[in-house]
């Protein structure tokens, strides 16, 4: 027992510097693909044809290729282009653009599900598409989209770990870099799975709360 | 005030309105009774461009309302809509959302939108409702928040679509109480039903019936017999 002790205090600060670099990862394509799929999202309803074939192009586009070929393909391709990107850059840029997609089809679903008569009320008033948009659609969305929302920072947060297939020094790799080279896979990947579980606790809870009250 | 020539309006091959003719003068209180889609909905939407027409005319003042083009903003800032659903703005409280046409849309300074809204809503009995969030009032206390919300733009045209048809028999009668008040400030009213007791208390009655307007009788308005 005291062995294991012993153990796990000597991996812990390796694996809380991988931790950090997740919680990184996971933050910057996080805001990345929020922008990202509110204006795809936007595109899309905007009413206006070819802005929405181009925004429903981009995200089919993105949901067919695999994060990580987005991964290798910014990571290892872009060089050829002229654009050199650290790994971790290239990281949160793949990860955001992948899944913007679907931040996209969840704000999308959020604006559409708002009561047609808000849009009427509004237009009725006078209100032009972008200051309805901004004061009546975009508001009541938001409390729509809320919990899916919560379970993309979930699924993000935990596909973050692909980020160390181009070398990024994450939770998930740091793990492996101690178990390939201690032999002490069990105790290891047992860390990693427990602060995978204490990251996405706090967000799960988050997730179940904003369920609760959009019930009531 | 309202000009309305040959309208005609389809809904895919389903011929709505078939050639409605109708004029209303300023200060009129007109209602348009029909069958449910007898089309009356859809004449009270063409009329403020919510939606477009097929054929025919309609002119407000002189102005002819096109919902593609610039000018039906300004229509629509100066013709109010109150809908059967109130459709008040949830997320907002009563005070706001009798406030955000005259701030967002018009412009106007915030406090004198507020004090102005303040007089709207004693003048329809909700004064202490300032505060509350629409979902935490009665059907008749939307309505008469949304009628709020229609007046505080001081517009020469009001619109209703079903005003009542989500209230009961009690709170319908206390909505069309403030019909006299608005015509003896001016404003035209054309509303919708397809209930002849709210009918009554329109001073001209138009018959819609498959699409057109089948008769146009002038009668003693309820309300002000009575008053």
Known sequence: ?216 | MIEIRGLQKFFGTHHVLKGVDASVAKGEVVCIIGPSGSGKSTILRCINGLESYSGGTIDIDGVHVDHQAPSIKKIRTEVAMVFQRFNLFPHRSVLENIIEGPVFVKGEPRAAAIDHAKELLASVGLAEKIDARPSQLSGGQQQRVAIARALVSRPPLILADEPTGNLDSVTSIEIMKLLPELQASGMTIVFVTHEPDIAAYAARKLLLKDGAVVSDLRQQPMLLEAS
């Open chain 1, 1 to 216: 027992m005291l062995v294991l002790l012993e153990r796990i205090r000597e991996y812990f600060p390796i694996l809380l510097q991988g931790a950090w670099l997740t919680i990184l990862v996971t933050l910057g394509s996080l805001a990345l693909s929020t922008v990202l799929g509110m204006v795809w999202a936007v595109m899309r309803v905007s009413g206006i044809r070819w802005l929405a074939n181009i925004a429903t192009t981009i995200v089919n586009l993105l949901r067919g290729i695999p994060i990580i070929v987005l991964l290798f393909f910014l990571y290892f391709v872009m060089p050829d282009f002229g654009l050199s990107l650290s790994a971790v850059q290239a990281s949160i840029l793949g990860l955001g653009i992948a899944y913007s997609a679907y931040q996209s089809e969840n704000f999308r679903a959020g604006i559409e599900a708002v009561d047609h008569g808000q849009v009427e009320a509004a237009r009725a008033m006078g209100m032009g598409w972008p200051l309805m948009m901004r004061r009546v659609v975009l508001p009541q969305a938001v409390k729509i989209v809320l919990p899916p929302y919560g379970n993309i920072m979930i699924m993000m947060l935990k596909d973050s770990s692909q980020a160390s297939t181009i070398t990024v020094a994450e939770l998930a790799l740091q793990g492996k870099l101690i178990a390939t080279s201690t032999f002490q896979n069990a105790t290891v990947f047992s860390m990693v799975a427990v602060m995978y579980l204490v990251m996405c606790v706090p967000l799960i809870l988050f997730v179940r709360h904003l369920e609760k009250r959009n019930k009531t």
